[in-house]
């Protein structure tokens, strides 16, 4: 008499066999400034309400605990063989291209079972662009005001001319967007400075100045952004663009680029910690 085989191991048999989803690790750049980290920390809880059942960690690259190194250890110890480190970055600059190559690698010779995906930086992206119309609409501006309003997108700065193209470009993308100008300045590295540039929209003719932040959260820089604005008198000061919704879509979107190319990065037996671009 043939013995029966409980339904739920008979489905176990039927469905194809799935890897376990991996972690997704925030990787943020840290800051004395206790603000960045409750900033990160509120993003990370946005990313658990928006994908239920995905493991999400965060580390830092300094400044703050835990460590990027010291989260991946956990993670190895407790068994974890497949890692999403998803950086909390908007451009390619030093810390995306050596910094954190350098702490995964680390990490995966210490664990050699420990398969870590390095995902892409955020920007550029359409959705950034969304977070920051919807910081300059909280600070008080409506979509009727683009046309009369010039921005003035202002970034932490850097010293890769990659990353100062890229904040250039988006600057003119957005122009396109219904805004009446739109420059790009920085807080460091490079310039102008963003008392600067609103200085330099006034000169133009242009009524009404705002300052848009293109940094992810508070900290030295973002206020050296806001001083300016307030010393050249910019009319609004939208916000930084901390745990906005499309940044956290933004960054799910890059976990799932990053952890769609894992099969293929086996296939042609890339390092496990090389950058995945997104399509």
């Known amino acids: 008499m043939p013995v029966p085989v409980p339904a739920r191991s008979l489905v176990r048999r039927l469905l194809p066999y799935r890897e376990p989803r991996p972690v997704l690790l925030v990787v943020a750049h840290g800051s004395r400034d206790?603000?960045?980290?409750?900033?990160?920390r509120a993003?990370?809880?946005?990313?658990?309400?928006?994908?239920?059942g995905l493991r999400v960690e965060t580390g830092f690259l300094d400044f703050d605990t835990p460590s990027v190194g010291g989260v991946l250890d956990r993670l190895a110890r407790a068994g974890v063989r497949d890692v999403v480190a998803q950086p909390l970055l908007l451009t390619r600059a030093f810390h995306a291209k050596s910094d954190i190559p350098a702490v995964l690698r680390a990490a995966e010779q210490r664990h050699p079972r420990l398969r870590i995906r390095q995902g892409e930086v955020l920007g550029p992206s359409?959705?950034?662009?969304?977070?920051?119309e919807r910081r300059l609409y909280e600070a008080g501006l409506t979509p009727a005001d683009k046309s009369s309003t010039g921005v003035v997108l202002a970034s932490a700065g850097s010293s890769d001319p990659e990353a100062i193209a890229v904040i250039a470009d988006i600057a003119r993308e957005w122009r396109h967007t219904g805004w009446c100008a739109v420059r790009p300045a920085f807080?460091?590295?490079?310039l102008p400075r963003?008392?600067?540039?609103?200085r330099a929209l006034r000169a133009e003719g242009v009524r009404?100045?705002?300052?848009?932040?293109?940094?992810?959260?508070?900290?030295?820089?973002?206020?050296?952004i806001a001083a300016g604005a307030r010393a050249?008198?910019?009319?609004?000061?939208?916000?930084?663009l901390g745990a906005a919704p499309e940044v956290a879509r933004l960054m799910l979107r890059r976990f799932d680029d990053a952890a769609g190319a894992a099969g293929a990065a086996d296939a042609s037996a890339a390092p496990a910690w090389e950058l995945a671009r997104p399509a």
């Open 187 to 190: 807080a460091s590295a490079s």
């Open 34 to 40: 206790p603000r960045h980290a409750a900033t990160v």
């Open 232 to 240: 050249a008198g910019a009319d609004t000061l939208a916000e930084v």
């Open 126 to 132: 359409p959705l950034l662009g969304a977070a920051l």
């Open 43 to 52: 993003l990370t809880r946005r990313l658990r309400a928006l994908r239920p």
């Open 194 to 198: 963003t008392e600067d540039a609103v």
């Open 208 to 224: 009404r100045v705002a300052v848009a932040p293109y940094v992810i959260a508070p900290g030295r820089l973002p206020d050296r």
